[in-house]
């Protein structure tokens, strides 16, 4: 019976206080959204740490993830479904895999710089596809750093 009355006693828990450590850890730890290709509709989110105002070494601002479309990408373990961890940028660097616009589609792809103001574009579904085009012929809009894949 005594326990039961102590269990009554204990005071509830303080609303504010809960705030505060939400306040708290806003510093700490930062909502990075997952979009579409578009990057207009945005599917969720994911919390990730913020150190140095950056979030794995890249400008808080500038992450996010990319929710796969398509399997063209499947002989690099990218499946529909997967997302990838991703940052915006606006110039190529060699042999990386990027969000591109081209063609007037968001495809990812694997870029290769060949010099000349040229670039080899590489998909594989299955088989290996390349295309070589000008660099001024695509837009970059984000590179893939990581894949998290969906079991």
């Known amino acids: ?12 828990r303080n609303v504010e ?3 505060v450590w939400t ?7 930062r909502s990075v959204p997952i979009y579409n290709y578009s990057l207009s509709n945005k ?3 994911k919390e990730m740490p913020v150190h140095s105002n950056k979030i794995e070494e890249y400008p808080q601002d500038k992450v996010f993830y990319l929710e796969i479309e398509d399997d ?32 007037g589609n968001r495809k990812i792809r694997q870029v290769k710089v060949l010099g000349n103001s040229k670039v080899l574009l590489v998909s594989n579904a ?21 894949i998290e894949i969906t079991l």
């Not at 499947?74 to 063609?103: C, P, Q, T, W």
Request: aromatic share 8%.
């Open 1 to 12: 019976m005594e326990e039961r009355k102590t269990l009554k006693e204990i005071p509830k």
């Open 17 to 19: 206080s809960s705030e």
């Open 23 to 29: 306040d708290a850890f806003s510093s700490v730890l």
């Open 43 to 45: 599917k969720g989110s």
């Open 72 to 103: 063209e990408m499947n002989g690099f373990r990218m499946l529909k479904g997967d997302i990838a961890f991703a940052h915006s940028v606006k110039e190529i660097s060699n042999n990386g895999f990027f969000l591109i616009d081209y063609k």
């Open 126 to 146: 299955g088989n290996l596809i390349t295309e070589t085009m000008e660099v001024k012929e695509i837009d970059v809009i984000a590179k893939l750093e990581r």
